[in-house]
């Protein structure tokens, strides 16, 4: 017979609670390419709505490509190095380079360019999807099932946020920092 879950243990648990709010922030970033990066081709960088169904496949090309190696490395470095080096470094290295990427991409004058920064940025953001889908079962192989729905119920909140804070952000702030 299955035990009831240790929700108190889960609770106090830094490492859940870490990936949940890491989760949550992945995917705000994830939710506000989605939502947002059409319009921003078009409202800030120009593009007219027939260049935007080429260039916005760009980023989520590279995504595809970056979401696999993540994987990939994530496995690799968790067999090499142990299982916090395999699934940590990923995801640092993701939030790093999206977060570098995406800064650039705000301050280059050329719209091409900032395509290829976003695409980058939007590649960095996916190659740490691997190492977080798999430390759920890491962190916890009896209660993976429900470490995974926090973690997952966390990244739609800010599906949810992201969209709309980012429009209030926009309405607010636009064009102030030109």
């Known amino acids: 017979m299955d035990q009831p879950t240790d929700w108190k243990a889960l609770f106090k648990s830094r ?6 709010i890491t989760y949550f922030f992945h995917n705000y970033l994830w939710y506000l390419y989605m939502s947002w ?4 081709l ?3 960088r120009g593009f007219s709505l027939m260049k935007i169904g080429l260039f916005t496949m760009i980023p989520y090309f590279c995504a595809g490509i970056t979401i696999l190696l993540g994987g990939y ?6 067999k090499k190095y142990g299982l916090n080096i395999g699934r940590r470094v990923p995801i640092v290295i993701g939030f790093g380079g999206c977060g570098v990427f995406l800064i650039l991409a705000t301050h280059t004058p050329n719209a091409y360019v900032a395509v290829v920064y976003i695409s980058a940025s939007m590649g960095f953001l996916l190659l740490n999807n691997g190492a977080f889908w798999s430390t759920p079962i890491n962190l ?5 099932g429900v470490i ?3 973690m997952n119920t966390s990244g739609n909140i800010a599906g949810i946020c992201a969209p709309t804070i ?6 607010l702030y636009h064009n102030k920092f030109e």
């Not at 990066?37 to 921003?40: D, E, I, R």
């Not at 916890?140 to 993976?144: A, G, R, T």
């Open 15 to 20: 490492s859940v609670w870490g990936l949940t």
């Open 37 to 40: 990066l059409p319009s921003y």
């Open 42 to 44: 078009v409202m800030a």
């Open 73 to 78: 490395l994530s496995d690799s470095w968790a």
């Open 140 to 144: 916890s192989p009896k209660y993976s």
């Open 148 to 150: 995974t729905g926090m």
């Open 166 to 171: 980012t429009g209030v952000l926009v309405t």
